[in-house]
């Protein structure tokens, strides 16, 4: 899983075009199957955006989410669009962040009525907590028109229909049994399904365009809807700013656990078992002795690195500003190599974790980063 990549969808092109707008330098890539995401910059981060259009419906939703955690294995996928409200508390304009997800049309019909058998899938705490914070500082609606719209928290119903009723049998039923959803849509149940099966965490943003009751007007929606998905881009762009800068530190945390770039330590109690090649004090190399990286093969190593770089950047499969970037941070480990001192040979392993952020959704070179990183903390 890359914690530098975020993937974000959204079934019209209303709502695409109101993320794409707030992505760095977005380019084109394309899945084996033919579908087209473009990947962008994510602004104040070394994180970058996979974004896609599903069209309408929960089924083709989870499909494209399917094909973008393969693709991408990103740290989490938000979906945003816009949303019919479902009760009057929630104004238009105004952002909903799904803490459930319900899919309303399992169900059963018996003589007396329709018995509801939804799926419900929940939001992940983490996501839900780093939502929450933004929703209380407010940031994310600086520049907003007028009033800031407000964040609210709480079930959204996804279903295979657009709703446009209060008095029809199905918009009674709906407001009777999922009586706590704030808004409803036709997307959110796919997206749920496609990230559980798959253990990618998942988050909905919606703004709301309508009330889902018989007043919608396509002259209302030439106005609601790009108030709307304009409000859910920003919070949702703002959001994966959040998740990027959190996992990103923890990420490094993990790699770094005694905080002095000298890797992990375990530590076990009770009745140990090993097959060790060899046990100094506290250090144990299992299969063979303990050996040294040579300044010589971390040079070579950073110089093939620069080699597939160069290879990736004519592939397109990293963007030019990533490249220059990504050459710098070589450069930086390559000149601080030449030098005999623990500060330069901090400054290595400091290069290189940068640079292992830059490229972290290309599995390929972020895994000869990380084996360069390794090396170059064996050597004295």
Do not use: C
């Not at 199957?33 to 259009?53: D, H, I, N, W």
């Not at 329709?114 to 520049?143: F, M, N, Y």
């Not at 002095?260 to 506290?282: C, D, K, P, Y």
């Amino acid at each position: 899983m890359s914690s530098t990549m975020v993937v974000m969808l959204s079934a019209l092109n209303l709502e695409y075009e109101a993320v794409r707008r707030r992505l760095t330098n977005p380019r084109l890539h394309q899945h084996e199957k033919g579908t087209l995401f473009e990947l962008g910059g994510l602004p104040g981060t070394e994180g970058q955006v996979a974004l896609g259009l599903t069209s309408k419906g929960n089924h083709s939703a989870a499909v494209l989410v399917e094909r973008a955690i393969q693709s991408f294995s990103p740290a989490a996928v938000l979906f945003v669009g816009v949303a019919g409200a479902l009760w009057d508390t929630t104004a238009l304009g105004d952002v909903v962040m799904a803490t459930q997800v319900y899919a309303y049309h399992g169900g059963t019909s018996e003589d007396d009525g329709l018995k509801a058998r939804p799926r419900v899938w929940e939001v992940p705490h983490d996501i839900g907590q780093l939502a929450a914070h933004l929703a209380r500082t407010g940031d994310w609606a600086e520049g907003a028109d007028g009033p800031p719209p407000k964040v609210h928290f709480g079930p959204i119903a996804a279903g295979e229909i657009v709703q446009n009723s209060s008095v029809s049998h199905e918009a009674a039923w709906i407001r009777r049994v999922y009586n706590d959803a704030l808004a409803i849509e036709m997307e959110g149940a796919g997206v749920a399904q496609a990230g559980h099966l798959n253990s990618s965490p998942v988050a909905v943003v919606r703004g709301i365009s309508d009330r889902a009751d018989g007043t919608k007007t396509a002259l209302e929606d030439r106005t609601s809807q790009p108030a709307a998905a304009h409000n859910a881009a920003a919070f949702a762009v703002r959001l994966a700013q959040e998740l990027v800068t959190k996992r990103r530190g923890t990420a490094m945390a993990d790699d770094d656990t005694t905080g002095t770039g000298e890797g992990t330590t375990n530590v076990a109690f009770g009745q140990v078992g090993l097959q060790a090649g060899n046990i100094t004090n506290s250090t144990v190399s299992v299969g063979q002795s303990v050996q040294h990286s040579e300044p010589e093969d971390l040079r070579s190593m950073l110089a093939a690195l620069r080699d597939e770089l160069a290879s990736e950047r004519s592939a397109d499969r990293i963007d030019d500003a990533t490249y220059q970037a990504a050459r710098q941070e070589v450069e930086t480990a390559r000149t601080s190599l030449e030098e005999s001192t623990p500060e330069a040979a901090g400054a290595v392993i400091l290069a290189l974790k940068r640079l292992r952020g830059l490229v972290g959704d290309v599995a390929k070179l972020a895994a000869r980063v990380a084996r360069i990183i390794t090396a170059a903390q064996g050597t004295p």
